[in-house]
């Protein structure tokens, strides 16, 4: 504050000069023109006035300290800073020091800090850190900046036990759903095997043709429309028949010996299982039987009295059964023929 009195009677006038140097004078100014600079009585002392630094963030940006972008986007954040003496300004990105590069830049003005990622990479997410700093003090804001891609491919190869995993980065947004593809071998095209939303991260494939070898791919899709890059292929995989042993079942009391009277009807019924369907083969004293009767889980089988009885009336008959493909007979049921 500079107080300086007119030659001319009259109030003193009161003077408060900004931004004031050493070098600083004081003129009185009229129509006439500038009067003779003043002096002062003594050494003036300018002293700086001193301001904490402050980040002033828009409105928006405060709310929410996140700025998000998609792949590829400029990202361009300004933050005006203010204090005195005037604050130096750095950034850091998840606690250290920021890189700059052609694509990452920092421009500091009089006035504010800005910075620059030009056509921004997924690998731009994380948290940025302004400070300004100055000889009163410091004052730093964090910054969340959010890139979003696609969803990384799922984790492959396809396998039959566990189909595939889910990508290791889901491109911001939460996975919603995969598409599976499939591919005849050996020269065929990728064509779509899933005509509704797969959440989890198995799938049945129907509609293969038995014995011809497939290849299988998937693709995650983000809750933002996003579809990933494809898996990495499965090996190729024959479609084949679940193999099953052959079972024969027969109902309980063909355990027993079982007594039919001359001249009546039998009848045998056993369910057979396994996969591929067995076929059957029935034998009498070691002899083939007629089949009466074929059904997808039983047979009819209908046989003649032997030539010989080797000098004692037979009395019971034994049905044994063999599974195609084994050696092994079994015990199916005895027959006894009544006195």
Same mark, same amino acid.
């Given at each position: 504050?500079?107080?300086?009195?007119?030659?001319?009677?009259?109030?003193?006038?009161?003077?408060?000069?900004?931004?004031?140097?050493?070098?600083?004078?004081?003129?009185?100014?009229?129509?006439?023109?500038?009067?003779?600079?003043?002096?002062?009585?003594?050494?003036?002392?300018?002293?700086?006035?001193? *301001?904490?630094? +402050? $980040?002033?963030?828009?409105?928006?940006? =405060?709310?929410?300290? #996140?700025? %998000?972008?998609?792949?590829?986007?400029?990202?361009?954040?300004?933050?005006?800073?203010?204090?005195?003496?005037?604050?130096?300004?750095?950034?850091?990105?998840?606690?250290?020091?920021?890189?700059?590069?052609?694509?990452?830049?920092?421009?500091?003005?009089?006035?504010?800090?800005?910075?620059?990622?030009?056509?921004?990479?997924?690998?731009?997410?994380?948290?940025?850190?302004?400070?300004?700093?100055?000889?009163?003090?410091?004052?730093?804001?964090?910054?969340?900046?959010?890139?979003?891609?696609?969803?990384?491919?799922?984790?492959?190869?396809?396998?039959?036990?566990?189909?595939?995993?889910?990508?290791?980065?889901?491109?911001?947004?939460?996975?919603?759903?995969?598409?599976? *593809?499939?591919? +005849? $071998?050996?020269?065929?095209?990728?064509? =779509?095997?899933?005509? #509704?939303? %797969?959440?989890?991260?198995?799938?049945?494939?129907?509609?293969?043709?038995?014995?011809?070898?497939?290849?299988?791919?998937?693709?995650?899709?983000?809750?933002?429309?996003?579809?990933?890059?494809?898996?990495?292929?499965?090996?190729?995989?024959?479609?084949?028949?679940?193999?099953?042993?052959?079972?024969?079942?027969?109902?309980?009391?063909?355990?027993?010996?079982?007594?039919?009277?001359?001249?009546?009807?039998?009848?045998?019924?056993?369910?057979?299982?396994?996969?591929?369907?067995?076929?059957?083969?029935?034998?009498?004293?070691?002899?083939?039987?007629?089949?009466?009767?074929?059904?997808?889980?039983?047979?009819?089988?209908?046989?003649?009295?032997?030539?010989?009885?080797?000098?004692?009336?037979?009395?019971?008959?034994?049905?044994?059964?063999?599974?195609?493909?084994?050696?092994?007979?079994?015990?199916?049921?005895?027959?006894?023929?009544?006195?």
């Amino acid at each position: 504050l500079f107080h300086h009195t007119a030659d001319t009677p009259g109030p003193p006038l009161n003077l408060m000069v900004k931004e004031a140097s050493k070098d600083s004078a004081i003129a009185a100014v009229n129509a006439m023109g500038v009067g003779e600079p003043a002096q002062t009585a003594d050494l003036v002392e300018i002293i700086e006035r001193e *301001e904490i630094p +402050d $980040l002033e963030l828009d409105v928006e940006l =405060r709310r929410t300290l #996140t700025v %998000i972008a998609k792949a590829g986007d400029n990202i361009k954040v300004e933050v005006p800073v203010t204090g005195r003496p005037k604050p130096t300004v750095s950034w850091q990105k998840d606690n250290q020091a920021l890189k700059l590069t052609q694509r990452t830049m920092v421009e500091n003005t009089s006035t504010s800090s800005i910075l620059t990622m030009n056509e921004c990479l997924r690998s731009d997410s994380g948290v940025y850190s302004v400070t300004g700093k100055n000889i009163v003090g410091s004052v730093t804001e964090n910054i969340i900046v959010k890139v979003h891609d696609v969803p990384g491919p799922p984790k492959g190869p396809i396998k039959l036990d566990k189909i595939w995993t889910k990508p290791e980065y889901d491109g911001g947004f939460k996975i919603t759903g995969y598409i599976v *593809e499939k591919r +005849d $071998l050996p020269a065929g095209r990728w064509i =779509r095997a899933n005509f #509704t939303n %797969i959440i989890e991260t198995t799938f049945t494939v129907s509609g293969l043709t038995k014995d011809e070898s497939y290849e299988f791919r998937v693709f995650a899709r983000n809750s933002a429309g996003a579809l990933s890059n494809p898996s990495e292929q499965s090996d190729p995989i024959t479609c084949k028949d679940d193999i099953i042993e052959p079972r024969i079942m027969v109902d309980a009391k063909f355990k027993d010996v079982l007594l039919v009277r001359a001249g009546e009807s039998f009848k045998l019924d056993a369910d057979v299982a396994g996969q591929p369907l067995p076929s059957m083969v029935w034998t009498k004293d070691g002899k083939d039987v007629i089949l009466q009767d074929v059904t997808k889980t039983s047979v009819t089988l209908s046989w003649e009295k032997p030539e010989h009885d080797g000098g004692s009336r037979v009395v019971a008959y034994v049905v044994e059964i063999q599974p195609k493909g084994s050696d092994k007979w079994s015990q199916s049921v005895i027959v006894k023929v009544p006195e």
